[in-house]
């Protein structure tokens, strides 16, 4: 399996722009995890999904960020206006449900700079 | 509520020596721990997990951790550091195995350094 793809793995933006972030998740993975991680907040959990059903999206910071899984295997998190405070690596994760399992796979980020 | 804490930003260690990574949590019923590594410019790499069993907890490149529930600790191991180990180092804990979730509560997050 290729694991978890994230694009874009850079993104530069202008203030007020709108940000697209794309994650296709483990085939068979039935959870789906965004997380932000800068130096001063460390890793953030934002949304996470199960069987493309959001379950705890406590985590996203503002009513400008929104997630989405319109299927099994894909997933977008969306930033409108982006701002420069948001700039950040993004990770996606994604996990199988069921006993002896747990551990998260984490996709390789999209570092976004916002200008 | 459930809580992770490293307590060291950072973790000087000579290579060839042993190294520890402290982390302590906060959960109530059992716990089910995990440890990661994250190498520059990449995603955190899943390490090890502690569910049930054996206190003792082997896993990748030589690392070990070991539950211990009278002080609510799961301390990362290795018994030979070597200068490839170094990275940034998280802890997780979870309260339950993908039921409602399984949602992870990470540490801060410890820097490794080996030096030769």
């Known amino acids: 399996d290729a694991g978890v793809i994230q694009s874009p793995r850079h993104e530069v933006t202008e203030m007020g722009q709108e940000v697209t972030l794309r994650c296709k998740p483990i085939?068979?993975?039935?959870?789906l995890f965004w997380y932000r991680q800068t130096m001063m907040r460390g890793l953030e959990l934002l949304i996470y999904?199960?069987?493309?059903?959001?379950?705890?999206d406590s985590g996203m910071p503002e009513d400008r960020f929104s997630a989405k899984m319109p299927n099994a295997s894909f997933s977008t998190l969306k930033i409108q206006p982006s701002e420069p405070r948001d700039s950040a690596v993004y990770f996606c994760?994604?996990?199988?449900?069921?006993?002896?399992?747990?551990?998260?796979?984490f996709g390789p980020g999209t570092r976004l700079t916002v200008t | 509520a459930q809580s992770v804490a490293q307590p060291e930003d950072q973790v000087n260690v000579a290579e060839g020596n042993p190294l520890t990574v402290k982390c302590t949590y906060s959960?109530?019923?059992?716990?089910?721990l995990f440890w990661y590594v994250q190498y520059p410019n990449r995603g955190l790499q899943f390490l090890l997990k502690?569910?049930?069993?054996?206190?003792l907890v082997k896993g990748s490149y030589g690392f070990e951790a070991e539950f211990n529930k009278s002080q609510t600790s799961f301390h990362l191991k290795k018994p030979s550091a070597l200068v490839s180990d170094s990275a940034l180092y998280f802890c997780?804990?979870?309260?339950?195995?993908?039921?409602?979730?399984?949602?992870?509560?990470f540490g801060q997050g410890t820097e490794l350094s080996v030096k030769p």
């Open positions: 999904f199960n069987n493309n059903v959001p379950i705890d």
């Open positions: 085939s068979g993975h039935d959870y």
């Open positions: 997780a804990v979870s309260r339950s195995l993908m039921v409602r979730g399984g949602k992870l509560i």
């Open positions: 959960v109530s019923g059992n716990p089910y």
């Open positions: 502690y569910i049930t069993g054996d206190n």
């Open positions: 994760a994604s996990s199988i449900s069921g006993t002896g399992s747990g551990e998260q796979y």
